[in-house]
């Protein structure tokens, strides 16, 4: 029989949605303020109405700490320690367009704000949001976080589990976080309906709800909800009548005490409960394909990441840093994981696509996208020009540094500026510009061949070096033939069509395997707009997504899983070969519904198998609902298999799925593959990271994936599907490009590489001085992945990001080629130290258990680099 009620009163925290950013930033920094004022006034309050507060979001604390007086901070300590405010560990709610990077940045100061306020931090929340990638999971264990609360919002969502279910959720690696899946977020205000306020009717809706729950076998004592302050349901100060509202509650009903708590006190209660269920899986988030409706700045906040990691490793060899460049650094990764951040705009963004207030909170938000990737190119455009000991001018340049940042060898063109070339002045502010990565290249290039970079490895070469690259190269110049519409490289033979140009057929060279089925008459890499079959439907988003009263619906789903969808193909108007140095392209130009025109290029290399997939095209500002894809109908056998990586996580679709969570789409960090017992196709999502699998599946809320014969593979850059603070519509130019790789088999190993190949990862920078020398910074043996790898905080050693995707134990060894090591250890994201590690001479041993993430601290001596 439920007894008690326990209210937990927070603000959720969304960087928009109700104001414009920077105006809610401020105001929550108030609440905190405003938080301790109504504890010290509630504190003669019978103790079950004394107030508590929640700081669901790290992030408004820290805020909040740059600024406070020192009066404030021994206030809010003494608060904390009568555990009367609740300190939570993650600084905001992401998607899974976070990476595993950007997942340790945000839990990297843990233990200093742990100091700051003299307490220990426990708990974890994520409310609002639909789920994330299991390696937080991990992260969080390794931060000392031992419970993880949600409260999830299924409006175009879903939950894994019924609430209230309280249940280990068991990582990869075998280790478990208790997790507890509660109502969704200020559930509490709206079935009391604060806002009146009344006990009568306060007591109808939770006598209510008690039942309802009783009705599904609810069997604690208490119910746990939480409590904002309509109408801000989010960005909500205290509610300053609640405790009041409280008192005369308990009062007139005795029978089922309403009780103030705060997430501390609930863990604690919970952790106390035996035979708690176990459930393992990636917690699969449905709400992040409105990043496709601002697809060019999903592409270019990716596109930055990439940069700044290069710019880290660098970074290792110089150890260029001073306060300025720290401070930039810092701004560079906020801007991204804002940019990752649930909320993309104004709560009216759909309904009132022109007023200012969606004007403005899209711009505040897509500004963090571009100044992310603008920051990272100037940390990189430093890093390489301190490496190459550039002067900031110079009257010639006798060469190129040539730099590898990945942990694969890198075999690619070596293409510069013809300008490098010419005697003219040469400035190095100039040059930075070249490294933006979302800017288009069109000054004229010089190809000097191809040639192979060993991984972490910078190579300065005179221009002279690069001649004799030239010549080694010219047999793989044009190692290709183009006749009778059948393309023949050393990979593959290509069938055309021969009045649109559409790929018919790709056939694998080695193994003689067909890639592609005709059954679905789709070509390859097919543009498919996806919207409301009018016939049936109201080109509506509710045609996809019901409406719903989420007072009384109790999460009944509002999925429409019926809707029917209809698919228009792009239109070929004309096309040729493109015929370049090591390389030949399919071109296509066709006319597209909602744009004007596409333009699709297709690469085939003789240098390496991957075939690259580009398409440029400018959108209209078209409102109503609509998707564009890209489709890949592949031939394989029934019973085919999927997994697809999340923030460096290998899952596999379905059986490495958490209960009920996604599976109509996916957000992969560098990929997908799917596969049978005879090919292995990886689609590498460079530009846009939404695909889905099987077959086009939005809104069919799928329990599991149909492995039919023949299934679609569908890249999915763009939809405008989200009914509220997404972009409603998105113009102008864009461009996106994936790439496919095929495989015997599937190996975690070879997607991840796959996928990294796909960014073309080496960077190309002036040297105003060349000597041809090669530089590596680390040596690395084992069959896990090295997801990053940057300098410690105060410059003492090296930290490499490493995780094991198989199923068996990987014994790992990292070698340092320019630093001595002095010792290892696996750290916290703090950098606590966890584990000592075994180092032989100059190489540490690491054992990765299965399926293990962990951060390795490579000690080392380390001084300026002196070339």
Same mark, same amino acid.
């Given at each position: ?241 609640? /405790? $009041? ?7 007139? !009903?005795?029978? @089922? ?5 705060? +997430? #501390? ?87 009132? /696509? $022109? ?7 899209? !711009?505040?938000? @897509? ?5 992310? +990737? #603008? ?66 290249k069109t000054e004229p290039v010089e190809n000097c061949g191809v040639m192979t970079l060993p991984p972490y490895t910078v190579k300065t070469m005179p221009f002279e070096a690069l001649r004799e690259i030239q010549k080694e190269s010219s047999v793989l110049k044009e190692n290709y ?209 939404m695909v889905q699998v099987g077959n086009f599946q939005f809104a069919k809320e799928n329990r599991s994936i149909e492995r039919k014969e023949n299934p679609l593979l569908a890249a999915w850059p763009l939809n405008n599907y989200w009914s509220t603070n997404f972009c409603a519509n998105q113009s102008g130019r864009m461009t996106f490009a994936y790439e496919l790789n095929l495989h015997e088999q599937f190996r975690e ?119």
């Open positions: 029989m439920i007894k008690e009620i326990w209210c937990m009163s927070h603000s959720h925290l969304d960087i928009g949605y109700t104001h414009p950013q920077p105006l809610i930033m401020e105001l929550q920094s108030d609440y905190l303020d405003q938080a301790m004022e109504l504890i010290e006034k509630t504190r003669n309050y019978p103790e079950e109405a004394q107030f508590r507060w929640t700081i669901e979001a790290s992030c408004v604390l820290k805020r909040w700490l740059k600024t406070a007086a020192q009066e404030q901070i021994v206030r809010l300590r003494r608060h904390i320690k009568e555990g009367r405010i609740c300190v939570t560990a993650l600084p905001m709610h992401t998607t899974p367009g976070v990476d595993a990077s950007e997942l340790v940045y945000m839990l990297s100061d843990l233990r200093e704000l742990e100091q700051e306020l003299e307490m220990e931090i426990k708990v974890a929340v994520n409310h609002d949001v639909n789920g994330q990638p299991w390696t937080l999971g991990q992260l969080l264990i390794d931060s000392g976080i031992d419970f993880y609360l949600t409260g999830i919002n299924t409006h175009f969502g879903g939950i894994p589990f019924p609430r209230m279910t309280f249940f280990q959720w068991e990582m990869s690696d075998g280790r478990r976080l208790p997790s507890f899946i509660g109502e969704h977020y200020s559930m509490f205000s709206q079935f009391i309906r604060s806002w009146e306020p009344s006990t009568d009717t306060m007591h109808k809706g939770l006598t209510e709800y008690v039942k309802w729950m009783e009705d599904q076998g609810y069997e604690r004592d208490f119910l746990f909800l939480t409590a904002t302050n309509p109408p801000l349901y989010d960005n909500n100060p205290p509610d300053w009548e609640l /405790p $009041e509202l409280i008192c005369r509650y308990n009062k007139e !009903n005795p029978e @089922l005490k309403i009780r103030f708590v705060t +997430a #501390d006190m609930l863990r604690d209660r919970l952790l106390q409960e035996e035979a708690v269920p176990v459930h393992k899986g990636d917690w699969t988030d449905y709400w992040n394909f409105g990043c496709a409706s601002t697809a060019r700045e999903t592409r270019v906040n990716r596109l930055g990441k990439d940069l700044l990691q290069t710019a880290q490793m660098l970074e290792c060899f110089t150890l260029e840093k001073d306060r300025h460049y720290e401070c930039v650094k810092e701004e560079c990764r906020e801007s991204m994981v804002i940019y990752d951040e649930h909320t993309w705009g104004a709560s009216q963004s759909v309904s009132e /696509p $022109e007023s200012p207030e969606t004007f403005c909170q899209l !711009n505040y938000k @897509l500004q963090n996208a571009y100044k992310a +990737a #603008d920051l990272s190119s100037y940390m990189l455009s430093r890093q390489m020009e301190q490496y190459c000991r550039n002067p900031y001018q110079s009257d010639k340049l006798e060469g190129v540094a040539v730099v590898n940042p990945t942990a694969y060898s890198q075999t690619f063109q070596v293409q510069f500026p013809k300008d490098y070339l010419e005697e003219k002045r040469h400035i190095g502010a100039h040059r930075s510009k070249y490294y933006v990565p979302y800017l288009e033939n183009l006749e009778n519409h059948v393309l023949t490289t050393p990979f593959y033979r290509v069938y055309l069509d021969e009045s649109t140009g559409g790929i018919r057929q790709i056939v694998d060279q080695k193994s003689g395997r067909e890639i592609l089925s005709s059954e679905s008459g789709y070509d390859f890499f097919e543009a498919v707009r996806e919207t409301v079959d009018t016939q049936w439907n109201e080109a509506v988003r509710e045609t996809m997504y019901g409406a719903r009263n989420e007072v009384n619906d109790h999460d009944k789903s509002h999925w429409n899983h019926e809707w029917k969808a209809k698919h228009t193909k792009r239109s070929s108007c004309s096309w040729h070969a493109e015929r370049q140095e090591y390389q030949i392209s399919i071109v296509t130009e066709g006319v597209m519904e909602g744009t004007r025109g596409i333009r699709q290029k297709i690469t085939f290399y003789t240098y390496r198998p991957d075939i690259r997939m580009e398409a440029a095209f400018y959108k209209e500002p078209v409102s109503e609902p609509e998707s564009l894809m890209f489709v890949i109908p592949l031939k394989m056998s029934e019973g085919w298999q999927c997994s697809y990586d999340t923030a460096g996580e290998m899952v596999r679709l379905d059986e490495e799925q958490l209960g009920f969570s996604c599976r109509d789409y996916l957000t992969v960090d560098s990929g997908v593959s799917m596969y049978d017992d005879r090919m292995c196709v990886t689609l590498s999502c460079p530009d846009a990271p190993q070879s997607m991840h590489s796959d996928g990294i190949r796909a960014k073309h990862p080496v960077t190309i920078g002036a040297a105003v001085k060349a000597v041809e020398e090669e530089q590596r910074l680390l040596e690395f043996q084992g069959e896990s992945t090295v997801l990053s790898v940057s300098p410690s905080k105060n410059h003492d050693g090296i930290h490499i990001l490493l995780k094991n995707n198989t199923n068996q134990k990987d014994i790992c060894y990292l070698k340092s080629s320019v630093w001595k090591i002095r010792e290892a250890e696996r750290i916290s994201p703090s950098e606590e130290s966890l584990d000592i590690l075994e180092t032989e001479g100059n190489r540490v041993r690491i054992i990765m258990q299965p399926r293990t993430m962990k951060l390795i601290h490579l000690k080392a001596e380390m001084h300026k680099w002196k070339k």
